[in-house]
């Protein structure tokens, strides 16, 4: 019969492995042997095993348990800070996990044949908080209204790559602050506004409340869709000129 103790010490020198196994994963790649996993954790290999059978298996538990702190950070988060404070907050701290466990990421997302039941629980929690700070987010203004969990998760993936290429870690914060700074509502970084140089069918229409440069409202050519800047007075301006108005004119007439 296992006693309290034992099993206190059991669940103490899990904790320990888990903790020694991500730092030695992040500082020297997924090559380091279980044994000097022990080392680091101060037990013997055999310990190891016992909770951890398998390489892959002692993977799996240790980003589990990365995702299941950030779950708790997440938590935390939502009840001590302002909405938008809380999101932005917690999708820098990812960002810097990430960084730090790289490898990690990289081989739970190339594996795929991995049965990962704990893994998949982890993910799961994790999207649902990142869903409720989005959420959250944006019902008080903080964030723009037309992105969602997984144009969340895959901007922090592309700030990660941006992180590593960078040397310089404080240009690179600065740089993953500035991309983050695309979800925010006052930016329209992300509409398409055709160019009044440009070929004539090269335009894309502009969404509805646009701005131009100078914070102008902007409409589109109803025949190229490129951007147009709306006149305070007179008619509304409907395209961009001579070759698009005569282009119009003559599918009326065709029609």
């Known amino acids: 019969m296992i006693g309290g103790g034992d099993r206190a010490d059991a669940r103490r020198n899990r904790a320990r492995v888990l903790a020694a196994a991500g730092e030695a994963f992040a500082e020297q790649g997924l090559d380091v042997p279980l044994g000097e996993v022990a080392r680091r954790a101060g037990v013997g290999a055999g310990t190891v095993y016992r909770h951890f059978p398998s390489k892959q298996a002692l993977l799996e538990a240790v980003f589990a348990q990365q995702l299941t702190d950030l779950v708790a950070s997440g938590e935390r988060r939502m009840a001590r800070f302002a909405p938008a404070e809380a999101f932005f907050g917690f999708i820098l701290e990812v960002v810097e996990t990430s960084h730090r466990r790289g490898p990690l990421c990289d081989v739970v997302a190339a594996d795929a ?61 600065r740089l993953v602050r500035l991309t983050l700074d695309g979800l925010r509502p006052h930016g329209s970084v992300t509409e398409v506004q055709g160019f009044r140089d440009g070929p004539a069918d090269g335009g894309a229409p502009v969404s509805p409340g646009a701005r131009g440069v100078r914070g102008e409202a902007v409409a589109c050519c109803e025949e190229c869709g490129t951007a147009l800047a709306v006149r305070p007075t007179g008619r509304p301006v409907r395209y961009c000129g001579a070759t698009c108005r005569q282009r119009a004119r003559r599918r009326r007439l065709a029609g």
Do not use: H, K, N
Not at 131 to 153: K, S, Y
């Open 113 to 173: 044949s991995w049965p990962r039941p704990v893994l998949t629980a982890a993910v799961l929690r994790f999207r649902q908080v990142l869903a409720a700070l989005l959420e959250a987010a944006q019902r008080v203004g903080g964030v723009r209204g037309d992105v969602g969990p997984d144009d969340v998760a895959a901007l922090a993936l592309g700030c990660v790559t941006m992180l590593d290429a960078r040397r310089d870690r404080p240009a690179g914060r």
